[in-house]
């Protein structure tokens, strides 16, 4: 007695991709070390340079009628200024913000570090106890 579901699945499998018009494609890595490290070397720049890229100025030059970003009942569209203009806190709002370290967080990493320890000194003295009893 043969096995007929992977028959079936093989089956299934070759009438969908007919159907579909396609091939099954298999993926084949074709990278190599030096061009995966050339890649991440490339995207690291990227990531470098696009700080300084946002913080360049707007996306739209002075005298642009901002459509759409009026709030008041009676009042026009706002124009856009001169990069100048703005505030510098402006071109930070796009950025994501630094991680803050706050004494909190010291306080919760000491506290489970003492945690740790006490945790591995009971079972040390257990260990300790009940070798003498052995």
Known sequence: MSCTCRTLASTARQATAQAAGSRVAVPVRSFTS????????????????????????????????LKGLNYLKDASDPVAMEDSEYPSWVWQLGQPDAPVK?????????????????????KAAIKARNALKG
Not at 40 to 56: D, G, H, N, R, W
Not at 102 to 119: F, G, S
């Open 34 to 65: 030096s061009s995966l490290r050339a890649a991440a070397a490339q995207v690291a720049t990227q990531e470098k340079a696009s700080p300084a890229a946002k913080s360049a100025g707007s996306s739209c030059p002075a005298g642009t009628v």
């Open 102 to 122: 706050t004494k909190k967080v010291d306080v919760e990493t000491r506290l489970r570090a003492e945690k740790k320890e006490l945790k591995r000194q009971r």
